[in-house]
């Protein structure tokens, strides 16, 4: 889960990361985003996208309601469509647990638009097969952690910045980037520091 007591609040997890979290559990309840309601309307996707597990007091934002299960349901398919990074938050009292889940981009949300907000990588990062790779570009215009990037027409992937997230597998045409656990290396993967 990458529940670390020393770590930040959030973490990133893989969508399907993110859906297990989901499955554990029986109830939900859904916020609007403090980031979209305080910055303005977000370019990218719908407000109400801040989950939680356990019923919270209040939400991040406003319009805090219980959620049913085809609501969460709806949410993890507006992540997948509209690339949204997926952010479980530990719970304060207990941070081996987890108490919601955040689902964030590069538009409007606080993580992304200030550097002095910390969140902490997740369990796995990427691995790119470069034999099968186009360089197409595609996966580093969603690498919101500046993973990816095209250098000369070249795709060119610098590990260490990899949270995880695994939005670059999603856009992927040829299918070359796969997820793998944290530290594993594959033969055919460039690494670059």
């Avoid at 919270?56 to 309601?65: I, W």
């Avoid at 009292?93 to 919601?100: S, T």
């Amino acid at each position: 889960m990458g529940s670390n007591l020393e770590g930040n609040i959030h973490y990133v997890a893989t969508r399907d990361e993110g859906w297990q979290i989901v499955e554990s559990n029986q109830r939900y309840w859904l916020s609007n985003c403090g980031c979209r309601e305080h910055r303005g309307e977000c370019a990218r996707s719908r407000i109400d996208v801040c989950l939680f597990l356990h019923e919270p007091e209040s939400g991040t934002g406003s319009a805090l309601r219980e959620a049913s299960r085809k609501d969460m349901v709806d949410l993890f398919a507006e992540a997948k469509e509209k690339h949204l990074v997926v952010r479980p938050f530990r719970d304060d009292n207990d941070r081996n647990k987890v108490a919601g889940i955040c689902f964030c981009c590069d538009d409007c949300c606080g993580y992304f638009l200030n550097p002095d907000e910390k969140c902490d990588k997740g369990k796995y990062r990427e691995a790119t097969d470069f034999d099968n790779c186009t360089h197409c570009g595609e996966c580093a215009e969603v690498c919101y952690f500046g993973a990816r990037g095209m250098v000369d027409g070249e795709l060119n992937v610098v590990v260490d910045q990899c949270y995880g997230c695994g939005l670059c597998t999603d856009v992927c045409p040829t299918a070359c980037i796969k997820m793998v656990v944290r530290g594993e290396l594959t033969s055919k993967m460039k690494k670059e520091d």
